[in-house]
């Protein structure tokens, strides 16, 4: 089965500097999809970054870029630049093969960022 | 372009009633979601819909969740009756369609129920 791992339940950062938050996962499928989303406290699930299992190179969007390490089963997003704004949950998800729109979520990782 | 919208935003009813929610998608997107979020936890998806059609409701608690899209636009979820453990922020998304999920699905600002 599939299955998200994400093992920070906190983290704090300084403004500008830069932070990983840790995902692994477990699939035995050869095909899949690596998402990372943001929830701040007003509620919506923010689209953030996508990566491609047979990608050969790390997605990157803006100061997001994923660090997919396909042997590890990791996909750690890497936020450069901290902003007080960054501060929010982020949440790992995994869409498998059978049905490559649905998102298996991890449990997410509440992400502060401190002046 | 104008968002996922969901109604109501929050919602507080005694165990065994019922509660129905409210999804508008963006307009044209033909895959519409309903996650459920209890809290500390990941979203997980309850039931996924391609236009009027269910493509998966393998995790929908069909002995009290129903749900239903008419002409393939909105979507209302209904829990009847309610349990404590339902208590969670249900969210709505919505594609344009299959592997169009890679650019991200838009979730809307979800429904949070509280069963006392």
């Known amino acids: 089965a599939q299955k998200i791992t994400q093992t920070q339940p906190g983290m704090f950062v300084q403004e500008k500097e830069a932070v990983t938050l840790d995902c692994t996962y477990d699939t035995s499928d050869p095909s899949y999809g690596l998402f990372w989303y943001k929830q701040p406290s007003s509620g919506e699930m923010i689209f953030l970054i996508y990566q491609g299992s047979y990608d050969q190179q790390n997605a990157t969007e803006g100061r997001y870029s994923l660090n997919f390490q396909k042997a590890r089963k990791s996909a750690n997003l890497v936020i450069s630049a901290s902003q007080l704004g960054d501060s929010a949950m982020y949440f790992c998800?995994?869409?498998?093969?059978?049905?490559?729109?649905?998102?298996?979520f991890g449990t997410g990782t509440r992400l502060q960022v401190f002046p | 372009e104008a968002g996922v919208a969901q109604s109501p935003r929050y919602k507080i009813i005694e165990k065994r009633q019922s509660v129905a929610f409210w999804c508008n998608p963006i307009s044209g997107h033909a895959t519409l979601y309903w996650y459920q979020q209890i809290l500390g936890q990941g979203p997980k998806l309850l039931i996924q819909?391609?236009?009027?059609?269910?493509?998966?409701d393998s995790q929908l608690p069909k002995d009290r969740f129903s749900a239903e899209r008419l002409k393939g636009v909105d979507s209302t979820l209904k829990i009847q009756p309610a349990k404590l453990e339902d208590s969670a922020v249900y969210l709505c998304a919505s594609s344009l369609g299959q592997l169009s999920a890679n650019y991200g699905y838009t979730f809307g600002s979800g429904t949070r129920l509280t069963v006392v």
């Open positions: 998800a995994m869409s498998p093969s059978y049905n490559t729109d649905k998102l298996i």
């Open positions: 819909f391609q236009n009027n059609g269910v493509v998966d």
